[in-house]
């Protein structure tokens, strides 16, 4: 079959123009029919090499856009950079089964249930005021879980808990003639990076130990890990311990010390868990002193049975 001369093949034809167009423009250069039937795509939102237009829907031909993180925000109804509930829980480590009463006052707080008392601690809080929170919310029931996130925070939560337990003792946490309370903190891990803790207090009727049969030491340069090998050994063997540190990083280490001790002493079936106080001890040969966080570590009721007694 013979070709029109200057006609255009299927093969040949440009990207996004027509044969039946093209055949009735046959006595137009090339070039111009090109031009013709771009701008004529261009005026039906077609773009040159199939992108789609402004908009979201795809271009004839083309190809349908990409659903980027943005477009899932706004196509789930999410603001961009917003979590939902279970994203906030798993950020903030929240532990399950705990709400944080967030924006509610210390005395909500003191009337809410059991997994809802919970406070909030930042390396900004007062541990005075936090002590206070703390006694409004034993008043009420049960004590609170304190909920610090990092070293700092730690470090202030363990102090809040030693002035509460200090001034529930004295009788400002409890009623004339009341039965002495001793507060108590059980740590535990709540990120699978066990660098964050809960810290669950506790209203004791028996004191703990007076004179430790260990004491051990931590800096900011402390293994954790270490040091509640140490803990737990010394545990097992029915001996008191006791754990010092100073300095926010130290004191955050020891409690995370804590923490693993009582998941390496768990498969034995015991429990512990550490009453803090304020301790003094001397610096150098002048005299000075220096006040550092003092840990007792004291064994949980209903454990079982350690040293000469097991």
């Known amino acids: 079959q013979a070709r029109v001369r ?10 996004g123009v027509s044969i039946t167009r093209t055949m009735d423009k046959l006595d137009q250069p090339l070039d111009d029919v090109i031009a013709d039937e771009t701008a ?14 402004k908009g979201g829907e795809a271009a004839p031909g083309g190809k349908a856009p990409r659903d980027t993180g943005n477009d899932k925000a706004r196509n789930t109804g999410t603001p961009y950079g917003v979590t939902t509930g279970n994203d906030k829980a798993r950020n903030t480590g929240t532990p399950s089964g705990v709400t944080h009463r967030q924006g509610q006052t210390v005395q909500d707080i003191a009337n809410a249930p059991s997994g809802e008392r919970t406070l909030k601690v930042s390396a900004t809080t007062i541990p005075k005021k936090l002590a206070g929170s703390i006694i409004m919310v034993c008043e009420g029931g049960e004590a ?15 102090k809040g808990i030693a002035i509460a337990k200090r001034d529930m003792l004295e009788g400002r946490g409890g009623g004339e003639g009341a039965e ?14 066990r660098r ?4 669950q207090c506790d209203k004791e009727t028996n004191p703990p130990w007076i004179t430790s049969d260990a004491d051990l030491t931590v800096a900011s340069s402390t293994n954790p890990a270490s040091t509640a090998g140490a803990i737990a050994g010394k ?4 001996l008191k311990v006791a754990v010092r540190a100073c300095g926010a990083e130290a004191v955050a280490n020891a409690v995370y010390a804590m923490a693993h001790a009582r998941q390496y002493l768990k498969d034995d079936g015991i429990d512990v868990y550490f009453c803090p106080e304020f301790e003094k001890e001397p610096v150098g040969a002048d005299g000075q002193e220096r006040t550092v966080l003092l840990l007792k570590v004291c064994k949980a009721a209903g454990s079982a049975a350690v040293g000469e007694a097991a």
Do not use: I
Not at 7 to 13: D, R
């Open 235 to 238: 545990v097992r063997e029915g």
């Open 40 to 53: 004529a795509a261009r005026g039906q939102g077609v773009r040159r090499g199939g992108r789609p237009p």
């Open 196 to 199: 964050s803790v809960s810290l």
């Open 144 to 158: 609170p879980m304190l909920l610090p996130l990092g070293a700092a925070c730690v470090n202030q939560a363990v």
């Open 6 to 15: 200057g006609s255009v093949s299927p093969a040949h034809t440009p990207r």
């Open 180 to 193: 002495p309370t001793y507060l108590s903190c059980f740590p535990e891990f709540r990120d699978e990076k």
